[in-house]
């Protein structure tokens, strides 16, 4: 019977003892910015889940790393209140203002010096089409 009670132990301990986390990386470089809700409120083991983080804001070049756990502390708090109300933390880092000089990226395209309007237009259109085409940003220097 010791037997028993010391698995079911080791498989509550095992249960309890594992922290949920999960990082998002949307590619962008990342800023000294941060977000940070240590409890965010989820209920009913996290069937509701909390309530959307406001980064537009603060983050006005976007979001670079969202991470989501449950820690030790967020669990506990869920196992007291049988489920109905389990915390998360959530960590929202801001991402850095683009610039084409901090990457080494070249310019796509280079409007001429003493261009008229129309061949201004025309470069404009092309770097549209390329965007559309490529799913990238297309840098036009001028």
């Not at 698995?7 to 986390?21: E, P, T």
């Not at 910015?33 to 509701?48: D, P």
């Not at 502390?73 to 959530?90: A, K, Q, S």
Request: net charge negative.
């Amino acid at each position: 019977m010791s037997i028993v009670r010391a698995l079911c132990a080791l498989a509550v301990f095992a249960v309890v003892g594992g922290c949920y986390h999960a990082t998002i990386e949307t590619g962008l470089t990342p800023s000294g910015t941060v977000i940070h809700e240590s409890f965010a409120s989820c209920w009913v083991y996290g069937l509701v889940p909390p309530s959307t983080v406001a980064t537009a804001s603060k983050c006005p070049d976007g979001v670079a790393i969202v991470e989501t756990q449950q820690s030790f502390v967020n669990g506990l708090v869920g196992i007291l209140t049988f489920g109905i109300y389990t915390p998360m933390e959530i960590k929202v880092t801001c991402a850095a203002k683009p610039s084409a000089m901090l990457h080494g990226q070249e310019p796509d395209l280079v409007i001429p010096e003493g261009a008229s309007v129309d061949e201004i237009l025309k470069l404009y259109m092309k770097a549209a089409d390329i965007a559309v085409a490529s799913q990238k940003r297309v840098i036009v220097e001028y």
